[in-house]
């Protein structure tokens, strides 16, 4: 007995489906999810994948069986049949892609929502504290605060800037703070929705300039060369460029914003699991930009704390009080004699000192 | 009779008895011909596209391994940058413009464009503009801050390159909108009598589609060129941030020539295919009103997607829905192209000897790849995070080489025997075909993950843990580019030795088949006859035509009539609409 086609048609369509929804949970194409943010975004990305491996099949399927059951036999001259259209298929064939792509939109439109994408203007009643402002670095959240620094006083607070200031010279375009007009501050992701009424628990300014990364935490005062993060807990990250535009990209964070000079963007995203991860410069910035990436560590927040306390007794000081700087002044020490009560500080042990001089 | 064999008849009064024949040193010559020029173009086109192989396999080989071994950082750069810039400007767009010069006076039965001098001036720009971006390597300061050239990078990397390029780009630009320009005007007035809007063979719509495209974007372009090359040369600030200036500003106007440069290079080729597949799979285009449409509606729409570009640019939340949703609509008219391809090949007579058509079939089968993923990153959480990955150069290699380039390989195959008069040999563009499928999908797949998984563009070094998925990249295009040699070796040698092609090899309708081969120095003896649609193959094959002994034309007025007039007679009535014939 001879299955009817319309059969034939519904198993393949069960296996179509069936074949898709497996690939679109098992293509193993993205890294690790280590933010909140990131859940949504793979959750989002199954779901096309999904449907596109459903499409693929099905326009690939069709060319295959084209190509074997139409393909013109030996000796056949004649043309095939006068056939110029179909209105209700064509009808059809309008109507379903345009349905998906606007599911796929309000899907999309749903996860930037919840990532914060439409709070541009609650990141603004966190507190910034007048002497987080004045802390080195912290230049950039300046712009947040409700009365603007003017002109003069920003210039001058981007000369004092340690944290840029070997990179400045008459060669470079300086780091531009408080540029005049609207839009200076461009939000982009802000908090996910139910965090929105909470200030974030940590803020990180960050610098890109070519080749590196600077990140400098307000409430301490702290510059660093890698990011620390606590686990689980809602950061800001307010970027800047000195230099080039450049990107902060972290792949298992899955947030991406580019860093511009003369403006600042901001993100905002929670950290959800601990691990050391590469934080890449995503936009070309010259030769070398393949090399500029660092690395995010997130971490307990205990061991966030007692990281924090390392740095801060290696960067509180201005650079004319640095120890690195300023070797061992009272003649009559030793180096380690001198180092030692910074490294009692700083948790290093006279031994491991004695090991890296030698 | 078939339907070829109708068309063919009514236009033998349209032949011209004794064509002239150009000489070769003709075609170095400033010639008005259209057919020189567009043989001027489709050569100097395949030039660059050589170059830009080269160039291409040279970032390959840096990037076969994780560290920087092949060549310093800044050659990498200006490699890259030169690749883009030359396979954008200097092929694939001036390759469209070649084929629609050859071929659109002749299948509108024209004798030749409507500004003849404008046309040849527009090609005649391309070579010096060419020269001097590939010339910047020699003097040492080549452009080397991407196709996109980006402020403030592009105002610190070498001056001289950087102006090279913009210079480069600003002539590239004028040839295109000239030629634009052209083809506009020549669509427009220069049909032959009879034919309509309607009976315009595909190609032609997407050539319309096209040139208003790039009437309305490129002097955006210009623009923000120019604007650029004060901030360069003098000192001004519009896009340097020091001075109040805005970099975001230039990406606008970029994005607004180059968002719809993506369909200025895809149309044409959207058109080709739509010609391709009819004629090899003998069967009527399945959609020609809504493949016709599609071509405005993709142009129109194309025009209001820029921005995608700069999602993480840091545009407000608003601004990246709207250009999500226009994005995202712009897969519905391409998806009615797709499934009218899929729906002209079904049920027809494929004959899958000729690579023209396994060009057309590999062009829908890989192209659909990058449509998806063209969807997916339209889909701002997910651009967030793959933009300026190596996702997005598989997404547009999928497009730009697997549609393009796979376009222009049919379009090759398909008219080479009208240029020249001489067949190329099936074997060896099957070997072609098949080695430029595998070194594409070789190339450009693995690339997909290498994104996803974290690696970003524009760089010489890279983690060394996607050094496996690289490799396998950089032997696929070492394959992409031994595919190129059977292609170069069977056009020349074909062109010289080949089979002699006659007037109408692949038994086509439309009507620069109704000439000789290669055409007449006017194409046209007369003004041709449309004795049958572009598209109406098979019509033979319906129970109920009516003979052509007929004497009696009023008879024949109904849906299957083949013929309604003595083709002897000049101006035969036509049908205004496709049931009618």
């Known amino acids: ?358 | 009779m078939v339907q070829a064999q109708i068309q063919q008849k009514a236009n033998i009064a349209a032949e011209i008895d004794e064509p002239g024949v150009r000489k070769w040193w003709e075609y170095f010559t400033f010639n008005t011909d259209h057919k020189v020029i567009g043989i001027q173009y489709l050569v100097t086109t395949f030039i660059f596209y050589c170059i830009g192989g080269v160039m291409a396999d040279l970032v390959r080989t840096e990037l076969r391994t994780p560290e920087v071994d092949f060549v310093t950082p800044e050659v990498y750069n200006s490699l890259f940058t030169l690749h883009a810039t030359i396979m954008i400007f200097l092929w694939i767009v001036p390759a469209g413009a070649g084929f629609a010069n050859y071929v659109l006076p002749l299948m509108i039965g024209a004798k030749d464009m409507a500004f003849p001098r404008l046309n040849a001036l527009a090609f005649w720009i391309i070579p010096p503009a060419g020269l001097m971006l590939i010339a910047s390597l020699l003097v040492g300061d080549a452009p080397d801050a991407g196709w996109t050239s980006y402020p403030p990078l592009s105002l610190l990397t070498g001056q001289v390159g950087e102006g090279i390029w913009i210079m480069s780009i600003l002539l590239l630009g004028t040839s295109s909108i000239l030629g634009a320009i052209n083809f506009l005007v020549t669509l427009i007035k220069m049909r032959t009598p009879g034919l309509g809007f309607h009976q315009l063979p595909l190609f032609c719509w997407a050539m319309f589609a096209t040139s208003a495209l790039v009437l309305i974007s490129t002097p955006v372009l210009a623009a923000g060129l120019i604007l650029l090359a004060f901030d360069l040369f003098a000192g001004t600030t519009f896009f340097n941030p020091t001075g109040g200036g805005d970099p975001v500003v230039y990406q606008h106007m970029f994005w607004f020539y180059s968002h719809p440069a993506v369909y200025i290079m895809i149309l044409p080729f959207f058109g080709v295919i739509s010609e391709v597949i009819p004629v090899h799979s003998r069967k009527p285009i399945f959609g020609y009103k809504a493949i016709a449409y599609s071509s405005l509606a993709i142009s129109f729409l194309g025009l209001i997607v820029w921005a995608h570009h700069m999602f993480t640019s840091g545009i407000p939340g608003w601004l990246r829905m709207f250009f999500m949703i226009t994005t995202m609509i712009i897969a519905v008219p391409t998806g009615i192209k797709i499934f009218s391809w899929l729906a002209t090949l079904w049920g027809g007579k494929l004959h899958l000897e000729r690579p023209a058509l396994l060009f057309a079939i590999g062009f829908v089968g890989t192209f659909v790849i990058g449509g998806i993923s063209g969807v997916m990153l339209a889909a701002v959480p997910f651009d967030i995070h793959v933009h300026d990955t190596y996702f997005v150069v598989a997404h547009l290699h999928y497009v730009l080489f697997g549609g393009s380039v796979l376009g222009i390989y049919a379009a090759f195959y398909h008219w080479f025997p009208k240029m020249t008069g001489r067949m190329l040999n099936n074997f060896w563009g099957q070997v072609h075909f098949a080695l430029t499928i595998i070194g594409l999908n070789l190339t450009f797949l693995p690339m997909h993950k290498l994104g996803m998984m974290g690696m970003n563009r524009r760089i010489a070094q890279y983690d060394p843990k996607f050094a496996f998925l690289n490799e396998i990249c950089t032997y696929g295009a070492y394959l992409l580019a031994v595919s190129t040699l059977p292609f170069i070796i069977n056009v020349i040698w074909s062109w010289m030795y080949g089979p002699k092609a006659g007037n109408n090899p692949w038994k086509a309708l439309t009507l620069e088949w109704m000439t000789a081969s290669p055409p007449a120095i006017e194409n046209f003896h007369k003004p041709p006859i449309l004795a049958t649609g572009p598209y109406d193959y098979g019509l033979e094959n319906t129970s109920e035509g009516v003979p052509l002994s007929d004497t009696e034309p009023v008879l024949s007025a109904s849906t299957n009539s083949v013929l309604r007039a003595n083709p002897d007679e000049p101006y035969p009535a036509i049908a205004a609409e496709t049931d009618e014939r």
Request: aromatic share 8%.
């Open chain 1, 1 to 358: 007995m001879k299955i009817p086609s319309s059969i034939w048609t519904l198993l393949i369509g069960i296996l179509l489906t069936l074949v898709s929804l497996w690939y679109g949970q098992n293509h193993n194409l993205l890294p690790a999810e280590a933010s909140e943010e990131a859940s949504l975004v793979d959750g989002l990305f199954n779901t096309m994948m999904t449907i596109s491996t459903g499409i693929f099949l099905i326009v690939e399927g069709v060319l295959i069986y084209s190509v074997v059951r139409y393909r013109r036999r030996r000796d056949d001259d004649k043309d095939g049949p006068p056939i110029h259209g179909n209105v209700p298929l064509e009808i059809l064939w309008t109507a379903i892609p345009a349905i998906i792509v606007i599911g796929i939109s309000v899907y999309s439109f749903d996860v930037y929502n919840e990532m914060g994408g439409f709070n541009p203007h609650a990141i603004h009643q966190a507190p910034v504290s007048p002497q987080a402002m004045k802390m080195p670095g912290a230049a950039f959240a300046a712009t947040l605060s409700t009365t603007p620094a003017t002109a003069q006083s920003s210039l001058t607070q981007q000369e004092q800037d340690p944290a840029t200031a070997a990179v400045r010279n008459a060669d470079q375009i300086p780091q531009k703070q408080n540029a005049p007009g609207a839009g200076i501050v461009s939000p982009t992701i802000g908090p996910t929705i139910e965090k929105q009424s909470k200030p974030p628990a940590l803020q990180v300014n960050v610098t890109g300039l070519q080749y590196a990364w600077i990140f400098t935490y307000p409430e301490t005062g702290v510059t660093t060369g890698e990011l620390h993060l606590p686990v689980g807990q809602q950061v800001r990250i307010n970027i800047t460029a000195n230099d080039v535009i450049h990107a902060f990209w972290v792949p298992e964070f899955r947030l991406k914003q580019d860093a511009i000079p003369g403006r600042q963007t901001e993100i905002s995203f929670t950290p959800s699991k601990e691990g050391t991860y590469a934080l890449i410069c995503a936009e070309l910035c010259g030769p070398y930009h393949g090399a500029m990436r660092t690395q995010v560590v997130v971490e307990k927040p205990e061991a966030f704390a007692a990281w924090m306390q390392q740095q801060q007794v290696a960067t509180t000081q201005t650079l004319d009080q640095a120890i690195a700087a300023n070797p061992s002044s009272p003649p009559e020490l030793t180096s380690t004699e001198f180092l030692a009560p910074y490294s009692r500080d700083m948790g290093i042990t006279p031994e491991t000192l004695h090991q890296i001089h030698n």
